[in-house]
């Protein structure tokens, strides 16, 4: 009998272990988004692996989870897709008694999500960020002079932005952002969802065109870290990882971001799980574990972007947390906007006149 109860403990803790080597979570974020070490911890302290893919466009993301099953647990969409995906069903509501580290949210943040997703059912808040211009500090200078360059007349009119063509422009692949800041440059709406209005937005990137290199979402980082760029409309926290990529390889090359002066778009990046997610107690784990203050301090030391819990900050490096750009105060705050979700008529305005934007057709 006593050996019969041994076999079967040993049985027991064998198939445990087997059970806790197998556990893993498959997670889809944004590249340039995370410490890599914080996986690595979670999976030290849970036993859980982590499969890590990237993306760099909610575009990319969406074609991903209308396309049926993905195979992923954890997906980060921005909060206008991600109201539209509730909507279209792609995600499970989460199980918040598994979330006991919700209560470390900032409740601003919590209720500008829940204008995406009402009550907080599906998501919660992983980053936020504004779109501004990152630039080369001396070939700014010998361009504009002192002049700081924060408006977006810098970028979105053909004779301010063909002085940066020789030292290389990049632009987000990302229509919401690009066209919402022309669309505010040009003192229309930037949410907008008139035909006519994003057809002028389009108009308006179409004649800045010939001086901008490429639209694309993060090969910026590098390029203006190494100079191969010298002007991009970029996110907040990747235009940071640029300068400090610059000052460690200490080549000289010195990047600084600006919110333009006329107000900028805020975004918020949020974890949600896909419906059909297979590993649905290991995606809490780390969603849970995210929200964790140390932790989501140390993704916002790497990424310099902005997170939802307000106790990270103290254990944030103090210039991060001065810096406005990063969180940005009560006075920028106000020139702020943000843009609603798109029906999917717009949706297919906006994709057909991002696509004449870079094909010219
Ligand atoms: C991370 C970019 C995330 C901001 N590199 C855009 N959603």
Not at 129 to 154: E, H, M, Q, Y
Not at 199 to 223: G, L
Not at 267 to 295: G, T
């Amino acid at each position: 009998m006593k050996k019969c109860l041994q076999i079967a403990a040993a049985t027991l803790a064998l198939t445990t272990t087997a059970f806790a080597q197998g556990r893993s979570v498959n997670v889809y974020n944004w590249s340039d988004y995370i410490d890599p070490g914080v996986l690595d911890d979670f999976t030290r302290e849970t036993g859980i692996r982590v499969v890590y893919d990237t993306y760099d466009s909610n575009e990319t993301l969406e074609t991903k989870l209308l396309a049926g099953k993905t195979g992923y647990d954890i997906v980060v969409p921005s909060a206008t897709f991600l109201q539209r995906q509730i909507q279209i069903g792609v995600y499970q509501k989460l199980d918040k008694s598994k979330l006991p580290n919700l209560a470390n949210l900032n409740a601003d943040i919590t209720g500008r999500l829940a204008v995406y997703d009402p009550g907080n059912l599906y998501s919660v808040n992983y980053m936020w960020f504004t779109t501004g211009i990152a630039f080369n500090v001396a070939k700014a200078k010998a361009r504009i002079g002192d002049k700081s360059p924060d408006s977006w007349d810098l970028v979105y009119k053909p004779e301010n932005l063909r002085k940066f063509a020789d030292c290389g422009v990049y632009f987000l692949d990302s229509p919401e952002d690009i066209f919402s800041t022309a669309l505010r440059s040009i003192g229309v709406n930037p949410d907008s969802k008139n035909p006519a209005d994003i057809r002028k937005a389009a108009d308006t990137i179409i004649r800045v065109k010939p001086s901008v290199k490429k639209f694309h979402s993060s090969e910026y980082i590098n390029a203006l870290a190494s100079g191969d760029i010298c002007l991009a409309v970029g996110w907040a926290g990747d235009s940071f990882q640029a300068r400090n990529r610059a000052q460690e390889a200490r080549n000289g090359v010195e990047i600084d971001y600006v919110i333009p002066k006329e107000g900028t778009l805020i975004s918020l990046d949020n974890l949600a799980i896909p419906k059909d997610a297979e590993r649905v107690a290991e995606a809490h784990a780390l969603i849970d574990y995210l929200l964790r203050p140390e932790v989501a301090a140390r993704n916002s030391k790497v990424t310099n972007f902005a997170n939802p819990v307000d106790a990270s900050k103290k254990f944030l490096p103090p210039e991060i947390v001065a810096n406005k750009s990063i969180y940005p105060d009560d006075a920028v705050m106000k020139r702020i906007f943000t843009v609603s979700a798109k029906d999917q008529a717009t949706q297919k305005v906006i994709t057909r006149e991002w696509t004449r934007v870079k094909t010219g057709r």
